[in-house]
């Protein structure tokens, strides 16, 4: 066995770094601690910096501070006022209120040790603080002895940097405050138990496991930040930005940063364990996911789904590859594929539950199975929310949030006053603002379509002011009353047929049954108090007292009995010891007399001290032979004084053993007054036993009776009581039912005000006939004269060109004739509606992208019509939708004139022309 150890065997004593490391840490999780702070919503504070200033600085959304210094030691000795690390930190708090002298609310001095307050000295920061917080600073010759002492150190470390520096010490003193943090060894702990009740992390029903996570999570994240890890990575180049320095000092603040969307994100990363996410064993990557929606639409469409749900769903599809996408940037294409593999798992396994319950041989199932899987799904969210990373079966209200407008909700039904609001889609408002050239002439707007049309007009009423807004939350109010009232009434009628059950028709029928309930209640409690007073007197005799009394002066008796045998048999042993010991010296004694008796006749040849040979013995008997020296006349004194020793000593033994004797006896003795009153106490005990269980019998079996009875009727109070509770919680149902009733009604009355308000829309679509009618006059569009006049049938939605004002020669977009009069109806009302709704700040995206104006119009046989198109959209494009962008898809490009100073862009696009390649370099149509 090798007797060297190597350097991993045994500990370091002389390198204080992993304790260095251990007391970073803990203020690490100090700061992470009070980080949590930012998840409370009353919370004022805005954000915590980690070693910015302070060991952890923290900033409140008024723009004040609070610093915290954190002092740490390991044994567990608390801090004094007069200690190095004390003065440094009040030092560095004074600096802070000279630099920042109205920034500061207050500053704490935290440790995890405590602070010594055993007596009010001037080691007691306690006591200084209190000193200081009772003094006035203009009184500043009156301080108390203690705080001048400790003004005059801080003073002294300061350097006497200004003259009003005790003022400010003492001001800074005032502010101080002192908390005392968990150990060194159970800060984690700490952590983890204040993560798990904060609510916003505890409604999330998290393993331990996560907790630990975001425990250490947290932790090196206030690490990072106390480190300058956390830097941006704009540090790369900052040095290539106008003020270097600036940005610099910018970027470290920020990387000190920790803000509440920071622990949110952390949170939302550890919420799930991919280690626990389901798999899928025919799931396409996210890569090759279908990017079209025709095979969807095709398979809703069999099913016997209406088209606006198709429509809905392709918004939704949208929406969830969206938000994958942003998922595969924040995560990495490895994890989000995870996840997106136990989303498509959790789906289809809904999916097909829904799918075997709903089908059905003959009849098509597809809109029961739609709604069936809406609902199962939006349970699955509200209780597993963590579980669906935040996805869910509608995503398409986001633009909505983005441009500020409250998501749109219309009628499903236009003719029942009761149908259910349906969501107006971002993609039905895009019908108006993107022109496909397939459809310029073939459809107006989607108003012959069967299904889209519904949504075309609600679109139409939302632009010009049908739909306002305050109307749309009016209406979306009224549905929510409704629900509530449709809720609490069958709540109420489940609760009656309940109560049917016992035969309680109303409260006041339970409430009688209660009475009498308590009025036996009230009985028994009076046989039971009775019984105790019987007992209690029955119990309280003299004989009893007696016996009882005997007991106490014969246990008290015996315990003195028992002692004195402890003591003799304590006695004995101390001189048994004592005996042994006066016996081994006796037997020391022996043996150093016979070792003298033997060595005295031994004769040496050499010298016992040296070893040198004696050549000629010295043979006078006056000396030794050996030394040559006269023997000392005492010798013969000290074997006398071992004798008298040896007798005294066996003097000794034999009194030991006769006092050791008399003890024993003595013992003998006791034990046997012990056994004696041990016997009469067992005697009185059994009759005092025995006269008690001859009256408690009868007694008990009496009182265990009436207590019976207490408690079935208390038990059956109680069950009344909670009926009772229901009975007035029908009444407070009805209450509130009948106020959402009211509610109700107001609303409608609200609703049909605000419909009484509506004159702006009916200015809004005189405006728009007179824009398209211009539009179409400037634009020379044939068979559109001066003397004709434009009709939008608000209820249609497709307008009519009235030839000379003649309603019964009225004509439209679907029987204008031709395609190219088509399209440019179709163009005309694009452009009427935009600059309508420019000139009326109307809701409606601005932007208009138009594929193919000119499609079936010959620029070489209708030049002019070609001409006078482009001018008038430069017109607008110049003046009243200045403000809209344009993109024009067309085979030629007309110039502006001079007249018109536009900013445009160009740009060619020519099949295997590297010059002018179209946007898809690859795609070559169909």
């Not at 001066?786 to 249609?796: A, G, H, L, Q, W």
């Amino acid at each position: 066995m090798n007797q060297y150890l190597q350097p991993d065997e045994i500990a370091c004593t002389n390198d204080p770094g992993d304790e260095t490391q251990r007391r970073f840490r803990y203020q690490a999780a100090y700061a992470a601690i009070k980080c949590l702070s930012l998840l409370d919503d009353s919370s004022l504070i805005d954000c915590i910096y980690c070693e910015h200033h302070e060991d952890i600085l923290v900033k409140h959304k008024d723009n004040s501070f609070i610093g915290l210094q954190v002092k740490t030691r390991a044994s567990g000795q608390p801090f004094q006022a007069n200690d190095e690390q004390v003065y440094k930190s009040i030092k560095k708090f004074v600096e802070h209120e000279i630099q920042f002298p109205r920034s500061f609310l207050h500053y704490v001095l935290v440790a995890n040790c405590g602070f010594w307050k055993a007596n009010k000295t001037d080691k007691n920061l306690n006591y200084i603080l209190e000193l200081a917080n009772n003094c006035h600073i203009n009184d500043l010759d009156k301080l108390d002895i203690n705080l001048t002492k400790f003004i005059k150190t801080i003073d002294q470390e300061m350097g006497n940097t200004c003259h009003d520096i005790s003022a400010i010490i003492i001001k800074t003193l005032q502010k101080t405050k002192l908390e005392v943090s968990p150990g060194l060894a159970d800060i984690d702990a700490k952590l983890v138990d204040l993560i798990s009740r904060v609510p916003k992390i505890k409604e999330r029903e998290l393993r331990y496991d996560q907790l630990n996570k975001i425990t250490h999570e947290l932790i090196n994240k206030c690490l990072n930040a106390a480190s300058l890890v956390e830097n941006s990575p704009t540090e790369a180049y900052y040095i290539l930005k106008p003020n270097p320095e600036d940005e610099k000092t910018k970027m470290i603040i920020q990387g000190k940063k920790i803000a509440i969307n920071t622990i949110l994100e952390l949170v939302d990363e550890f919420s799930l364990n991919d280690q626990y996410l389901l798999r899928s064993s025919n799931c396409l990557p996210l890569k090759e996911l279908p990017r079209g929606t025709t095979v969807m639409e095709k398979k809703m469409a069999a099913g016997g789904i209406s088209l606006n749900n198709i429509e809905l769903m392709k918004d939704n599809k949208i929406s969830a590859e969206y938000g994958l996408i942003q998922l595969s940037k924040k995560l990495g294409k490895k994890k989000a594929d995870q996840r997106y593999q136990h989303l498509i798992t959790v789906v289809n396994n809904v999916c097909q539950e829904v799918h075997d319950l709903s089908y059905q041989d003959k009849e098509l199932f597809g809109k029961k199975m739609l709604t069936q899987i809406r609902e199962r799904l939006q349970i699955r969210y509200d209780k597993e929310k963590s579980e669906l990373f935040g996805f869910r079966y509608e995503h398409c209200d986001l633009i909505f949030y983005f441009l500020d407008i409250i998501p749109l909700k219309v009628r499903k039904s236009k003719v029942e006053d009761n149908s259910p609001l349906v969501r107006l889609s971002f993609r039905d408002i895009l019908w108006y603002c993107y022109l496909q050239q397939d459809l310029l002439d073939s459809s107006f707007y989607r108003l012959e379509d069967s299904y889209r049309k519904l949504k075309s007009r609600d679109v139409m009423r939302f632009v010009v002011g049908y739909y306002k807004e305050r109307l749309n939350q009016l209406e979306s109010e009224l549905e929510e009353t409704k629900k509530k009232r449709l809720v609490k009434q069958e709540s109420i009628k489940q609760i009656k047929e309940f109560l049917s059950q016992f035969v309680y028709g109303s409260e006041l029928d339970i409430m009688k049954e209660i009475e009498q309930v308590n009025q036996r209640l009230d009985q028994f409690y009076v046989e039971q108090s009775n019984l105790r007073k019987e007992y209690s007197t029955a119990t309280a005799t003299h004989f009893i007292d007696e016996l009882r009394d005997n007991l106490r002066h014969l246990s008290n008796q015996l315990n003195n009995e028992k002692q004195i045998f402890a003591d003799l048999q304590e006695k004995i042993e101390e001189q048994e010891s004592l005996k042994a010991e006066l016996l081994s010296a006796k037997f020391k004694l022996a043996q150093v007399k016979s070792a003298t008796s033997i060595l005295s006749k031994i004769l040496f040849e050499s010298c016992p001290a040296c070893g040198t040979e004696i050549d000629e013995p010295i043979s006078s008997k006056d000396v030794c032979y050996l030394c040559g020296k006269h023997p000392s006349p005492d010798n013969t004194q000290v074997v006398t004084q071992s004798e008298v020793i040896r007798q005294d000593l066996t003097t000794r033994i034999v009194e030991l053993d006769e006092s050791v004797a008399r003890h024993k006896e003595s013992i003998i003795s006791q034990q046997l007054v012990i056994e004696r009153l041990q016997d009469k106490k067992n005697n009185l005990d059994r009759r005092l036993s025995q006269e008690l269980n001859e009256y408690d019998s009868p007694f008990l079996a009496r009182f265990r009776e009436v207590e019976r009875k207490i408690a079935t009727y208390e038990e059956r109070r109680k069950n009344l009581d909670r009926l009772r509770e229901m009975t007035e919680a029908i009444t407070e149902l009805e209450r509130e039912t009948d106020e959402l009733f009211f509610q109700e009604q107001r609303i409608e009355d609200l609703i049909n005000q605000e419909k009484t308000t509506l004159k702006n829309a009916e200015q809004n679509i005189e405006a728009l006939e007179s824009n398209f009618r211009h539009a179409l006059l400037t634009v020379g569009v044939p068979g559109v004269n001066n003397e004709d006049s434009i009709k939008i049938n608000p209820k249609t939605w497709i307008p009519s060109i009235l030839s000379g004002g003649d309603e019964a020669l009225k004509w439209d977009f679907y029987n204008a004739g031709s395609g190219g009069k088509k399209t440019l109806l179709n163009v005309c009302y694009a452009l009427a509606v935009h600059q309508t709704a420019s000139e009326n700040n109307l809701p409606l995206p601005s932007f208009l992208i138009i594929d193919t104006p000119m499609k079936n119009i010959g620029e070489e046989l209708n030049i002019d019509l070609f001409e006078s198109f482009y001018d008038y959209l430069y017109s607008l494009a110049k003046n009243e939708l200045k403000e809209t962008q344009f993109i024009i898809i067309d085979k030629n490009f007309y110039e502006p004139s001079e007249n018109y100073v536009l900013d445009i862009f160009t740009r060619y696009m020519t099949p295997d022309d590297s010059n002018s390649p179209p946007l898809i370099s690859y795609y070559r149509g169909s």
